[in-house]
Every structure is written in C-alpha cells, then in structure tokens.
C-alpha cells in the first residue's frame, strides 16, 4: 500500500534538490598570477584549493600588462552563478578602475566574485556587493576631483599667459620668414629642410 505523501512535504523536498543542484552546477573558478618567474604560486594555489576551486588559470605576467590569457581564459568561460575567486585584490588588478571594469564584467556575466584575503570583497554577499559599490562611487569622487584640478590648474596657468599645448615648430619670425620663401617660389622641401620640418609643415602655413 502506497502512502501518500503530504503537498508541503513534497514541495520542500522538491526546494532541497533544486537547492542541492543549483550549488552542485555552480563552478568555483581560482585565479593565481604573479608577475615574474623568480615568483612562486604555491601558496596561492594551495589557498584557492582550500577554497574548493574545480579548476584554477595561472600564469606569470605583470598585472599591468592588458594581454593576460589565462585571465581571457577564464572570463570566457566564466558563466551564470559561477564564482571567481582570487587570493588578493591586486591579483586580479593593479588598479581600482581595473578592478571596477573587471567586476562589472563579472556582474554581466551572472557570476559572483570573491577575495579570499580581502573579505570585504564578495559579491556573493549583500555586504560585499554594497561595500563594492561605495568603492565605485569613491573612485567615480576621486577621478571627478582629479578633472577639476587639472582645469583649474589649466585656467591658472592660462591666467599667467602661459601657452598651453604642443611647442610650435616654429617661431614667429621663422613662420614669416618661411612664408615669404614659398611665395617667393622656393621649393618646398628646401625650406622644410633648412628648418629641420616637413614639406606639409611649411604647406599648411599662413
């Protein structure tokens, strides 16, 4: 004789094995760098497996440089609940709008991002992700003050009669002098030649 099974029963054992599979199908992904062949992984590698990393991309090559094809590699397949997990912050960037970029592609992406040493940075928490957020808005405050200083330091330095810009090629009387030449009929490469410019230099002036 076949019991028959209670609704809220079957529903919540149905949530337990949606709940068992979603986390089973979730990948944890390590990322590990160092910026020179003298360097050693080890240590971030046996961190990142402690972590309960299924495959972890390594490779030696400054932070600074674009071109990392271990990092390509794993934002590839880097998909829709998986995890990316660094050791450090400054593994993964060099710089808090390297950073910011990188995230936002993992945000994108669907995945969750977390430093094992920097706790602070976890997407996969509500605290992690608001923390990440203040620290958007501080390097948005930051790069605002930077342009307001430059324009400011620009009209301070107009105010002085300063001449801002490329250094002319050449001077007031040279451009006169130059002009006078070519309408004079001279060739043109000679007088570009006499002033050490090109031929268009002397074409365009007027």
């Excluded at 949530?15 to 240590?43: F, K, P, Q, W």
């Excluded at 271990?70 to 060099?94: E, Y």
């Excluded at 620009?154 to 070519?182: D, Y």
């Amino acid at each position: 004789m076949h019991k028959t099974l209670d609704p809220y029963f079957a529903g919540l054992m149905l949530c337990i094995i949606y709940v068992r599979n979603a986390v089973r199908y979730m990948s944890h992904y390590g990322y590990a760098r160092v910026s020179t062949d003298g360097e050693s992984l080890t240590a971030q590698l046996a961190e990142l497996k402690a972590a309960q990393c299924e495959k972890i991309f390594q490779e030696k090559i400054s932070g600074a440089r674009s071109d990392r094809k271990q990092l390509a590699r794993l934002m590839s397949v880097l998909s829709k609940g998986d995890v990316l997990i660094v050791t450090r912050l400054d593994r993964l960037a060099r710089s808090t709008r390297d950073l910011l970029n990188l995230l936002g592609t993992i945000a994108e992406k669907g995945a969750g991002f977390k430093s094992l040493r920097d706790t602070w940075a976890d997407t996969t928490t509500a605290h992690g992700r608001l923390m990440l957020t203040v620290l958007g808005g501080l390097a948005e405050f930051e790069r605002e003050l930077i342009r307001k200083r430059t324009g400011e330091g620009r009209e301070r330095a107009k105010a002085r009669g300063v001449v801002l810009g490329r250094k002319p090629k050449l001077t007031g009387h040279q451009r006169r002098e130059a002009i006078a030449r070519r309408e004079a009929g001279e060739v043109l490469t000679d007088i570009a030649r006499s002033y050490n410019v090109s031929h268009s230099t002397i074409s365009r002036l007027s």
